[in-house]
């Protein structure tokens, strides 16, 4: 079974956002999904070297793919029977650089630009969606 890990470049400064990616993080430990927070003040490549080379990597990025919840679950679901790791990595404030145009892995949560902060809860909040959606849970009312 694969293992999925949301990789994020750094804490979240905003009390806020902390508080809400502790709380869908506490939530997503019952599901074998792990939210790792990698030291912001490291480089890129200190970044990617940190996450698992045999792991499928998808970066978040505005130009990615963008999924319905449904879609996104389906995706999940694909991804945990799967044999193969998958990891997902918000970048820095900055963005991907040069690695952006090293992997073709790109999933958008929408075509707008959010601070990075809250795109990390966005994501987080997504995932834990879709573990939901796929258990038939009534959190995902539509």
């Not at 990615?64 to 997902?88: C, H, M, P």
């Not at 073709?104 to 902060?117: G, Q, R």
Request: glycine share 6%; with cysteine; aromatic share 10%.
């Amino acid at each position: 079974m694969g293992r999925i890990s949301v990789h994020l470049h750094g804490l979240a400064k905003e009390k806020a956002y902390a508080e809400m990616l502790k709380n869908y993080g506490d939530r997503l430990k019952s599901c074998s999904i792990d939210i790792v927070f990698h030291n912001s003040k490291k480089s890129l490549d200190d970044y990617f070297d940190a996450i698992s080379k045999n792991s499928a990597l998808y970066l978040l990025d505005e130009n990615g793919d963008e999924y319905t919840s449904r879609d996104f679950a389906k995706t999940i679901k694909q991804w945990t029977v799967s044999n193969r790791d998958v990891s997902l990595a918000i970048g820095p404030v900055d963005g991907w650089g040069e690695y952006k145009h090293r992997n073709t892995n790109l999933i958008a949560l929408s075509k707008m630009t959010y601070p990075h902060e809250l795109a990390a809860v966005m994501l987080v909040e997504q995932v834990y969606r879709a573990t939901e959606i796929i258990k038939g849970s009534n959190y995902h009312r539509n």
